[in-house]
């Protein structure tokens, strides 16, 4: 069973950074596409980012544009959300995915493997 685990959430202000990681222990992790969802209370789950197996691709919601980068390191098999400018409809639990292929898709159905999620709050 491929295993993920999100790290890095807490608590900032609007305005703020923060830099979320994902730890997979699947030796095959640098084959497979890689993205970041949210789920805000209330809400369905929502894309937010995803990169190419190799990391030469990437894919971002209109509403994240210019302000999150998605990064991976296969080396280390971790996949990374850099989140700048943070404001508070960004509130949300985060989860990384693993892709059921090689490409970078924005559906939560093109993604098999799951981790169990990491907080985030963006107060004013």
């Known amino acids: 069973q491929v295993q993920l685990v999100e790290s890095g959430g807490g608590l900032v202000q609007a305005g703020d950074s923060l830099r979320l990681s994902c730890a997979a222990s699947e030796r095959t992790f640098r084959n497979y596409a890689m993205g970041w969802f949210r789920q805000a209370p209330g809400k369905e789950r929502e894309f937010v980012a995803a990169?190419?197996?190799?990391?030469?691709?990437?894919s971002y919601a209109d509403s994240v544009k210019g302000r999150f980068t998605i990064s991976r390191d296969n080396a280390k098999n971790t996949v990374y959300l850099q989140m700048n400018s943070l404001k508070s409809e960004d509130t949300a639990v985060y989860y990384c995915a693993r892709g059921r292929g090689g490409v970078p898709g924005n559906s939560r159905y093109e993604y098999d493997y799951w981790g169990q999620g990491t907080q985030v709050t963006v107060s004013s």
């Open positions: 990169i190419s197996w190799r990391g030469g691709t990437t």
